[in-house]
């Protein structure tokens, strides 16, 4: 796990609020020089602490008025069955997220779809049809915020203990 300073924590959440920051302003924003930033940019990069850039993009605009969570119940806990249904679910175009639960729920699944039909043809075709599903429930999603990692409680810094 990488140590993280405090600068580090300033460039990770500046370039969470903003990842279209240039160089220079984001160099300028956690007091650096434009090299010096630009080489701890490439670390975080190559130690894999920075994964991706992505575009914020918006559902309705691409005609996706209508987001849900599937929560997913399995007929038996084996691997093989994780793993194909977490393939399928993954697989699927209107999948936004995927994640594999400990509890009731095995998977809980974002999904986008166009309106209520779209939603309930999902469902059917590409969950309930799936011999490795026990069991769905569907909550519609009235609203939704993404939000960025707490950068500066990394390695439990700020974070009182127990």
Do not use: W
Not at 127 to 135: A, D, Q, W
Request: hydrophobic share 40%.
């Amino acid at each position: 796990m990488p140590q993280l300073d405090r600068i580090d924590r300033a460039i990770l959440t500046a370039l969470q609020n903003n990842a279209r920051l240039s160089n220079k302003e984001l160099a300028a924003q956690v007091g650096l020089a434009p090299s010096s930033c630009l080489t701890r940019v490439r670390k975080l990069e190559e130690e894999g602490v920075i994964k991706s850039y992505q575009a914020d993009l918006d559902a309705n605009s691409l005609g996706l008025g209508l987001q849900a969570l599937i929560a997913v119940q399995l007929r038996l806990h084996v691997g093989e069955a994780f793993g194909n249904i977490g393939d399928h679910l993954r697989s699927l175009p209107e999948t936004v997220a995927v994640y594999c639960l400990g509890g009731t729920t095995d998977f809980l699944v974002h999904v986008v779809c166009r309106d209520t039909d779209h939603l309930r043809r999902l469902t059917i075709l590409s969950f309930t049809s799936r011999p490795e599903v026990s069991r769905i429930e569907t909550s519609l999603v009235f609203s939704y915020t993404r939000l960025g990692l707490p950068v500066d409680h990394a390695h439990g810094d700020g974070i009182p203990p127990r």
